[in-house]
């Protein structure tokens, strides 16, 4: 079944620094998102990404997040100085459609830990 | 704010018991909803689509109720695997999921 990958599965930064988180998606998908999770909190939407363009974001991907698919493959969550409230599992999703009529597939996340 | 509202148990059950979970939405404009299953420290893996005649899928049967904003899961004969978190997921009228804060079901031998 395909799957969608993400890199690395733990980072560990200093704040200050910048992250850049990365995603595989499935390979016939066009459209692409991220979320993040902070532990023991609800999964909150932070960006969707179609046609080399954002389509959507929420009030917490401010101007210290961006998005980016480099090439044909990544799909790529930079964060540009990271905070010690950004210590969260980000996950990477697609669909081959836009709408969430069939909901999607999440990859397995990135734990990033801001010190 | 749109939100989606679960209780958090946990529910703790026997194996072979049948359980049932609910969750609330305050967005009228969603359109579609889902549960999903979370394993500790895992992403949330899709479980079934949710639809307003009711749907089945093995032990797990999903009911929406529009006029009440209202969805439930139920699980018969539990299994042990069962245990994870489950989540209440809509969409937000638009292309991103609302999701609920979860119900932790831990089934015991």
């Known amino acids: 079944e395909p799957e969608v990958t993400q890199t690395p599965s733990h980072q560990v930064t200093q704040m200050g620094q910048e992250v850049i988180l990365r995603c595989v998606p499935i390979?016939?998908?066009?459209?692409f998102y991220w979320y993040r999770q902070i532990l023991g909190q609800k999964v909150e939407f932070l960006v969707s990404?179609?046609?080399?363009?954002?389509?959507?974001k929420s009030e917490i991907f401010d101007d210290q997040f961006s998005v980016e698919r480099p090439d044909g493959s990544n799909f790529t969550l930079k964060i540009r100085s990271t905070k010690l409230e950004d210590s969260a599992m980000y996950f990477c999703?697609?669909?081959?459609?836009?709408?969430?009529?069939?909901?999607?597939?999440f990859g397995s996340g990135t734990r990033l830990t801001v010190v | 704010r749109k939100e989606v509202e679960q209780d958090p148990g946990p529910f703790n059950v026997p194996e072979g018991a049948t359980v049932a979970f609910n969750c609330t939405y305050s967005n009228s404009a969603s359109q579609s909803f889902f549960w999903y299953r979370q394993d500790c420290r895992k992403e949330p893996k899709l479980l079934m689509s949710?639809?307003?005649s009711g749907n089945e899928d093995g032990r797990f049967t999903a009911q929406l109720n529009r006029a009440s904003q209202y969805i439930s899961l139920l699980i018969r004969d539990s299994k042990l695997s069962d245990s994870a978190t489950y989540l209440c997921v809509c969409d937000n009228a638009g292309n991103m999921l609302t999701f609920g804060g979860g119900t932790r079901l831990m089934v015991k031998p």
């Open positions: 949710v639809y307003s």
């Open positions: 390979s016939n998908h066009l459209y």
């Open positions: 999703a697609s669909s081959p459609t836009g709408g969430v009529r069939y909901g999607y597939t």
């Open positions: 990404f179609y046609n080399n363009e954002i389509s959507e």
